[in-house]
């Protein structure tokens, strides 16, 4: 994976942290208000949505790794055995 993936899923999941600290003292103060409840509940499905398609491109980006990642293990270990083989 590269760096600017990492650095793009930690940043998420930093922010992802960061909104279900502080989503009971929202939601607190939002009870007050009906407009700021309905943002709030607005913000927590798109947090959720968000979740899940990080969630997902995560996984889809991992199985992508391992796959190559094994189809080069598989080459090199053919190399290495015709390389290794007597009479060469």
């Known amino acids: 994976m590269s760096n600017m993936k990492k650095l793009a899923l930690a940043a998420g999941s ?14 607190r ?3 007050h208000d009906p407009s700021a409840a309905q943002d709030m509940q607005s913000a927590s499905r798109d947090t959720k949505d968000a979740a899940k398609k990080a969630g997902s491109a995560t996984k889809k980006e991992t199985k992508h790794v ?23």
Do not use: D, W
Request: charged share 25%; net charge positive; proline share 5%.
């Open 29 to 31: 103060a939002a009870k």
């Open 14 to 27: 930093f922010y992802l942290l960061i909104c279900a600290a502080f989503a009971p003292y929202a939601l």
């Open 66 to 88: 391992v796959n190559k990642s094994a189809k080069k293990t598989e080459h090199a270990a053919g190399k290495i055995e015709r390389e290794t083989q007597p009479g060469k």
